[in-house]
């Protein structure tokens, strides 16, 4: 896990549980336009202190993303199942909001959107959806396309939405690299 980027957090103690996890599992944490002073969050953060100290705060989750490689967006019921996304080494998290999660907008930002399938309301906890995510992001299986695979495959696809349904299914390098020539094979 590359960084942890909470967008708008509103309630300190999430956001201490937060920097915690974050600790555990050696992410960066980034957090965009918090709704409170970060000092609020220490009680929670207990072991995490230094975490906390050196989170880097940004005015919006453009810039926050900006150096990225590969984040992954969550929302409730939309993107694949985390269980079914496979990450590359350096993926990045954001998560939304407790009150209404991320915007359009911000999900846009984003190389995937993943949810966590749960048999009733699914709608999560801000902190325990995101121990939730690193703890399946950490456990993935093989890649999701990075930066230099989409800029490849943009050079051949000009539909948003064929491009947005490629980036879903997350395919290896193997079947990127047999996308690609069978792309190359239609247009000779």
């Known amino acids: 896990m590359k960084a942890l980027i909470l967008v708008e957090p509103e309630i300190p103690e ?23 002073q970060l000092e609020e969050a220490r009680k929670t953060a207990t ?26 967006g969550t929302k409730p019921g939309r993107g694949l199942p985390v269980k079914q996304f496979q990450p590359r080494k350096n993926t990045s998290l954001m998560i939304g909001r407790e009150s209404s ?3 359009n907008e911000e999900l846009n930002l984003c190389d995937a ?10 709608s999560l906890n801000q902190s325990h959806a995101t121990a939730i995510m690193l703890h399946e992001l950490s456990h993935g299986k093989s890649k999701a396309l990075g930066k230099e695979q989409k800029k490849a495959l943009k050079g051949f696809i000009n539909d948003g939405k064929i491009m947005e349904l490629i980036m879903r299914a997350s395919p290896t390098d193997k079947e990127f690299d047999r996308l690609i020539g069978e792309i190359k094979n239609l247009e000779n």
């Open 14 to 36: 999430n956001t201490g549980f937060i920097a915690r996890l974050a600790d555990n599992y050696d992410a960066e944490l980034r957090i965009v336009k918090p709704k409170f």
């Open 101 to 103: 999660g991320l915007s």
């Open 47 to 72: 072991n995490a202190q230094e975490k906390l100290r050196n989170t880097k705060i940004y005015d919006t989750a453009e810039q926050a993303v900006k150096n990225l490689e590969q984040v992954i």
């Open 113 to 122: 959107v993943v949810h966590i399938e749960v048999p009733g309301y699914s």
